[in-house]
């Protein structure tokens, strides 16, 4: 299922997560031909249950947030395509990253989901979504057609780009 995050779907997910116990988190970043991930768009996934998800990404207006329950799959699996290994090779491609062992991450594996807030962006749409842990808050949303993330809801970039919780 994906869905388009408003008030509405925002309850919905609310109802859902709250207070679930993140198992693992991924994070969706483009690589270029030479091999860098690019951090200025991202997709985050994350795996409570062991084996339930929710994904965060752009949604195609780009400045709402896409929902999807299901895990990302890759669109270029092997084998391979000859023209699309070509497409490769001169583009780069999205890939999936887990990230639990970096420290921020890694700081809110094993914790429930104690509160999730709406982002809202400066021209008021509901542009993310804040989950706060223990003593940590993570941050998703959507910049000009880019998925950010940030840390903590006092995140001084984020207040710069205009985004409030709610």
Known sequence: MTVILNNETFKDLTKDLLNLKVVEIYLVQYVSPNG???????????????????????????????????????????????ENQRYINESGKWRLFVVNDHPLYASIIGKNI?????????????????????NKTLCYCVDCDEGKIFWDEDNTEMGELGFKLQ
Do not use: M
């Open 36 to 82: 860098e991930a690019d951090n200025s768009d991202v997709e985050l996934e994350i795996v409570y249950n062991k084996d339930s998800f929710f994904r965060l990404s752009s949604a195609s207006d780009g400045e709402r947030v896409t929902i999807h329950r299901s895990p990302w799959i890759d669109p270029f699996t092997e084998p391979v395509s000859l």
């Open 114 to 134: 104690k509160k999730i807030q709406k982002i809202i962006n400066k021209f008021g749409v509901l542009a993310g979504l804040a989950f706060t842990f223990d």
